[in-house]
């Protein structure tokens, strides 16, 4: 089997549509790979895969080689010029940091200190030069015609397709760490990974010591209102009713802060994640709020700029410049570019191209830079 190569499998799971699965996966990715890990990224979500267009590789395509497939590289491995300018820091009472560790001790549950100084992760300065592993991915949507082609297929047909994934993907050898982002629900394509993953014959732990389990667990994505962390419980039994472990819970857009302003408004509640973390006895990892400087990173592939020039929010003179609600660029917005955004946020030649260096801009990075460092010292 050709996960022999990897080391460490975890699920990206919820029971609800629309929580940011994607979205946490692909940051988490980033985050591995800034902390120099090897990672790559199976997209099992067959009827909506958005991991290609998050990565800015839907144009990519498979290639057979013998044995299998060989995955999608999105970058290699190698060593990232210093930052353009210094990181952002969050807005003190607006970002949190976990409230209780994959130790299951509680931590401060403060915001982030101003100075980041990278003392929670241990990573690099950013000012400094920084080696990142290299990052594949495998995903259904390579195979389509288009973006907008429909995925009609029964449960068998979806089975088939996940164990071939599974089986016939050629990962580049010593892959610290396989994510892979599933579907909503507890369905097909779950109980395939299940079934694959943890069940004689094609139990995947005979490459590697008894103690040792390749599929670590699973991350589960939650938003806070009720609504959503009702059927997240779901997927929480599922995961015990199967035997995988949960290694924490992700509490997603947890909060947005005004570009403008500054004041931090709970849009879909709060709190909802850590409650339900609680009630079943797994790790809350952290809440993730809303950023539309992410949202510009991948859709557009700006790098996020705070407070200045290239933010999205506009002020009152500014004619409404700024993104509109697709993430696109007001037309009028485009008028002003100053040569600060042009250096700093539009990827010329002054800069590496790579979404994973500007992703290093992004409010959120230190807060996945946390989990991620969570993850790895629980894994080894």
């Known amino acids: 089997m050709s996960l022999?190569?990897?080391?460490?499998?975890?699920?990206?799971?919820?029971?609800?549509?629309?929580?940011?699965?994607?979205?946490?996966?692909?940051?988490?990715?980033?985050?591995?790979?800034?902390?120099?890990?090897?990672?790559?990224?199976?997209?099992?979500d067959l009827t909506g895969?958005?991991?290609?267009?998050?990565?800015?590789?839907?144009?990519?395509?498979?290639?057979?080689?013998?044995?299998g497939?060989?995955?999608?590289?999105?970058?290699?491995?190698?060593?990232?010029?210093?930052?353009?300018?210094?990181?952002?820091?969050?807005?003190?009472?607006?970002?949190?940091?976990?409230?209780?560790g994959l130790n299951g001790n509680a931590s401060s549950g403060a915001s982030l200190p101003e100075s980041q100084d990278q003392e929670m992760s241990g990573a690099p300065h950013p000012l400094s030069p920084t080696t990142i592993g290299s990052l594949h991915i495998m995903s259904l949507g390579f195979l389509l015609p288009s973006r907008s082609s429909a995925v009609v297929w029964r449960g068998p047909k979806k089975t088939a397709m996940v164990r071939q994934f599974l089986t016939d993907v050629l990962w580049p050898p010593n892959t610290n760490y396989?994510?892979?982002?599933?579907?909503?629900?507890?369905?097909?394509?779950?109980?395939?990974?299940?079934?694959t993953l943890l069940s004689p014959p094609n139990n995947i732990s005979s490459f590697n010591p008894p103690s040792?389990?390749?599929?670590?667990?699973?991350?589960?994505?939650?938003?806070?209102q009720a609504v959503s962390v009702s059927d997240v419980r779901k997927e929480l039994n599922f995961c015990r009713k199967v035997g995988v472990d949960v290694l924490g819970v992700v509490e997603n857009m947890a909060g947005y802060v005004c570009e403008c302003c500054g004041v931090s408004t709970n849009v879909f509640g709060r709190g909802g994640g850590e409650v339900m973390s609680q009630d079943f006895g797994v790790p809350f990892l952290g809440r993730i709020p809303v950023d539309t400087q992410w949202g510009a990173l991948v859709e557009e592939g700006r790098r996020p700029c705070y407070g200045g020039a290239g933010?999205?929010?506009?002020?009152?003179?500014?004619?409404?410049?700024?993104?509109?609600?697709?993430?696109?660029?007001?037309?009028?917005?485009?008028?002003?570019?100053?040569?600060?955004?042009?250096?700093?946020?539009?990827?010329?030649?002054?800069?590496?191209a790579l979404l994973v260096d500007k992703y290093r801009s992004c409010s959120l990075h230190p807060i996945f830079e946390g989990i991620a460092n969570e993850l790895a010292q629980k894994l080894g």
Not at 49 to 67: C, D, F, M, N, Y
Not at 212 to 224: C, E, F, K, S, V
Request: glycine fraction near 14%.
């Open 49 to 67: 895969p958005s991991i290609p267009r998050l990565l800015g590789v839907e144009g990519a395509k498979i290639t057979q080689a013998p044995g």
């Open 311 to 352: 933010s999205t929010g506009g002020d009152e003179d500014s004619g409404g410049g700024g993104t509109n609600a697709n993430g696109g660029e007001n037309a009028d917005s485009r008028e002003n570019v100053t040569e600060d955004e042009n250096r700093m946020g539009r990827g010329e030649a002054t800069e590496s």
């Open 178 to 195: 396989l994510l892979i982002d599933t579907p909503p629900g507890t369905s097909d394509e779950h109980i395939s990974l299940a079934e």
């Open 4 to 44: 022999a190569n990897v080391n460490h499998i975890i699920l990206v799971l919820s029971g609800k549509g629309g929580v940011g699965k994607s979205s946490i996966t692909t940051q988490l990715a980033f985050s591995l790979c800034l902390a120099g890990h090897s990672v790559g990224i199976l997209d099992v």
């Open 212 to 224: 040792h389990r390749q599929l670590a667990g699973a991350l589960i994505a939650t938003t806070p």
């Open 69 to 100: 497939w060989l995955p999608v590289e999105v970058h290699p491995s190698q060593i990232l010029p210093p930052l353009p300018y210094p990181p952002p820091k969050p807005n003190p009472g607006s970002v949190e940091t976990s409230s209780t």
